[in-house]
């Protein structure tokens, strides 16, 4: 039976999808690692062609003989919050100042895209998580 390969690195980077390039944060990144980025770069642009100048959130994981990993996770759940409801950034004062309204159900059409990332059970426990982010960036969440 194989040995299992021990892991020296877990990665997470925010890129934009179909546009890596081995400028940072991708090249000093996997640099400091030893890896060669062009067998990142060219598999990662061709995965997440549809996510075209979106960011997306990738986790790399880094094993012993310089060989790595990668999962693309989509678009984090406050771009797509500030994609749905047409915000351009979150609030700096989030309890004070709102910038915004987002509904149940378009809690619940991000919460459906982002479900196996998320830290719930079933649908209802991914709406709150998604609401909670929501509040966090002063989006006021209506019924």
């Known amino acids: 039976m194989a040995e299992a390969k021990k892991c020296i690195g877990n990665l997470k980077l925010r890129i934009p999808g179909g546009k890596a390039t081995a400028g940072p944060p991708v090249g000093s990144t996997l640099g400091q690692w030893g890896l060669n ?32 990993d990668w999962v693309c996770l989509g678009q984090p759940v406050d771009d797509l919050i500030r994609e749905k409801i047409k915000i351009a950034k979150g609030s700096g004062k989030p309890n004070l100042d709102k910038v915004g309204k987002i509904s149940r159900a378009e809690l619940e059409e991000i919460a459906k ?9 079933d649908l209802d426990g991914a709406v709150k998580v998604v609401a909670g982010t929501a509040r966090s960036m002063g989006v006021e969440v209506t019924d």
Not at 41 to 59: D, L, R, S
Not at 113 to 121: F, R, S, T
């Open 37 to 68: 980025m062009m067998d990142f770069i060219n598999p990662f642009n061709e995965a997440t062609k549809e996510f075209m100048g979106k960011n997306v959130i990738v986790h790399i994981k880094v094993y012993e003989d310089r060989t790595f």
């Open 113 to 121: 895209v982002k479900m196996a990332q998320l830290n719930a059970v």
